[in-house]
């Protein structure tokens, strides 16, 4: 099982300010990589595919890069609806695993 | 478009069986493949497994030896049995559809399940 390690746990951040997430995996998974968002009380919603592919309206300040086994997700300027929890997934090994996530958190 | 709803007990005894169903809606069930997750505050998120329309399946080994996930073209929805749960089996459980490649999008609401006597 490929294990997802999410880095920091929480990120304090100011809004207009750039937030810049970490995810790696245990071994590689070349792009097959997403990210998710989820707000209290809400499912995970999609924001990248591909490690740097946006879904449908995810907004152009959500950007991902990386492959093989590091991978960033990058808020360009935080919006009041951007603090959430933010997860990694992986779909190139089964089965498919998720990060732990990172919170964050308004500064 | 597409919305998923899960439901079922929100409450089960140790040892019975957690049972739910996930309706589509927005879009026929035809096509892809229809996966459950799950979320505890211990485990984080987990993928439990997915189902194809024809039937075909998939399932994480953790969960191997207790799932079935099954369709049922004519009503648009999907279901998830769980035999022999046991407290750590106490979540949130999401349904989602599942892309050629394996991402999720869009998930159903969640629905809690509690394991309880």
């Known amino acids: 099982e490929i294990v997802m390690t999410q880095s920091p746990a929480t990120l304090s951040v100011s809004p207009g300010e750039r937030a810049t997430l970490s995810c790696w995996a245990s071994q590689s998974v070349t792009s097959n990589l997403a990210w998710y968002q989820q707000k209290p009380g809400q499912a995970p919603r999609l924001l990248i595919y591909g490690a740097s592919t946006r879904a449908t309206a995810v907004p152009v300040r959500f950007s991902g890069s990386g492959s093989g086994t590091e991978f960033t997700l990058t808020i360009s300027s935080l919006q009041s609806e951007d603090f959430a929890v933010y997860y990694c997934q992986q779909y190139s090994n089964w089965p498919l695993t998720f990060g732990g996530g990172t919170k964050v958190e308004i500064k | 478009q597409l919305q998923l709803q899960a439901s079922g007990p929100g409450l089960v005894k140790p040892s019975e069986t957690l049972s739910l169903t996930c309706g589509v809606s927005?879009?026929?069930?035809?096509?892809?493949?229809w996966s459950w997750i799950r979320q505890s505050p211990g485990k984080g998120l987990e993928w439990i497994g997915y189902?194809?329309?024809?039937?075909?399946?998939n399932y994480n080994p953790s969960f191997k030896s207790r799932v079935t996930i099954s369709v049922d073209r004519a009503k648009n929805e999907f279901s998830l049995r769980l035999t022999s749960v046991t407290a750590e089996d106490t979540a949130v459980y999401y349904c989602a559809r599942t892309g050629m490649r394996n991402w999720f999008d869009p998930w159903g609401q969640g629905t809690l399940v509690t394991v309880s006597s």
């Open positions: 927005g879009d026929s069930i035809n096509s892809l493949y």
């Open positions: 189902i194809f329309f024809s039937g075909h399946t």
